[in-house]
């Protein structure tokens, strides 16, 4: 009964006032379930995707591409790397993708869907001068503005003295508010405003150290609470783990009376788990050098 325990504990680290505090162990042993991730990136060289972003009919892949071509990214290159947005729809199907960028160096790190639909997408780019193929460098900070559809709508620009790179943008009050990383001595984190105009505020840097991110990923449907992390170890009341490998599982937690409903093995380590209505729980995991999607079909 003890091991038991043990999920109700890593549920109550994590989950917030609207989620699950715990979780009841069950009242007889349940089993684990194989989910099988619905689209693999296949990325390699140093492609890697840096945030999961949804709305009801689709979901967003936004990272930065070393290479050339991979079977996700069927745009050209830019030259140098590439930002890049991958739009999947509920299934996981390809729909469209689009690269971000210059000539020079470019990195996509963080998005935001809005309102009607146009993702919002910053990343840090070389400063090209007349024309040039820019320097290695990324000192610019870039907003790229995309359409449902992924037609780029506008690109905005700030020079910086040092390299900025954004982990997150969202929208607050009328503006939207980015904030990252800084190579500024004293001063790791940075904050900018960006108005829905495309005017990039004063950057202002802070001697706030950056949140180390969480290894525990919680998400709330209508019925259900949701948690994914790595168990070192099998869990009491649950069947078929294995003894002596870590597995990512993804839990399912009834709301109503906070009742084991399920828990299923993911491959891959977790990176991001959010609920979409329209879509359902949507998992991003990475093994092996790709990046896995995998996606839970609910209410």
């Known amino acids: ?8 504990s890593a549920l109550a680290l994590v989950l917030s006032s ?3 505090a715990a979780t009841k162990a069950p009242v007889a042993p349940i089993s684990i379930s194989n989910l099988n991730p619905s689209v693999s990136t296949y990325f390699s060289g140093g492609d890697q ?6 709305n009801t009919t689709a979901i967003y892949l ?8 991979s079977p996700l990214l069927t745009s050209a290159s830019l030259g140098g790397s590439d930002g890049f947005i991958v739009a999947l729809n509920s299934n996981g199907t390809h729909s469209w993708d689009l690269r971000l960028g210059t000539a020079g160096d470019d990195v996509a790190t963080a998005g935001y869907v809005d309102a009607a639909g146009d993702i919002w997408v910053v990343g840090a780019s070389a400063i090209s001068s007349n024309g040039a193929t820019p320097p290695p ?3 610019r900070l870039t907003v790229w503005e995309v359409s449902s559809t992924g037609t780029l709508l506008n690109s905005f620009t700030k020079d910086l003295a040092e390299v900025d790179i954004p982990t997150s943008i969202i929208l607050k009050g009328s503006n939207y508010i980015i904030q990252g990383l800084s190579s500024r001595t004293g001063a790791p984190t940075f904050t900018v405003s960006l108005t829905p ?3 990039l505020g004063t950057l202002k840097n802070s001697s ?8 525990i990923f919680s998400a709330t449907s209508a019925a259900y609470g949701w948690l994914s992390y790595v168990s070192p170890k099998p869990i009491g009341g649950v069947l078929g783990m294995p003894l002596h490998k870590s597995t990512t599982v993804l839990i399912k937690n009834s709301l109503k009376d906070r009742s084991l409903k399920g828990i299923y093995s993911v491959q891959g380590s977790a990176l991001s788990l959010v609920y979409q209505s329209g879509i359902g729980v949507i998992e991003l995991t990475s093994a092996a050098g790709s990046y896995l999607v995998t996606v839970v079909h609910t209410k």
């Open 208 to 215: 706030i150290k950056p949140v180390a991110a969480s290894q």
């Open 62 to 69: 936004v990272g930065t591409a070393e290479t050339t071509s």
């Open 1 to 8: 009964m003890k091991k038991a325990l043990l999920l109700g």
């Open 137 to 139: 460098g990324l000192n």
């Open 197 to 199: 105009l495309g005017k």
């Open 49 to 54: 995707v840096s945030t999961l972003l949804t």
């Open 18 to 20: 609207a989620a699950v």
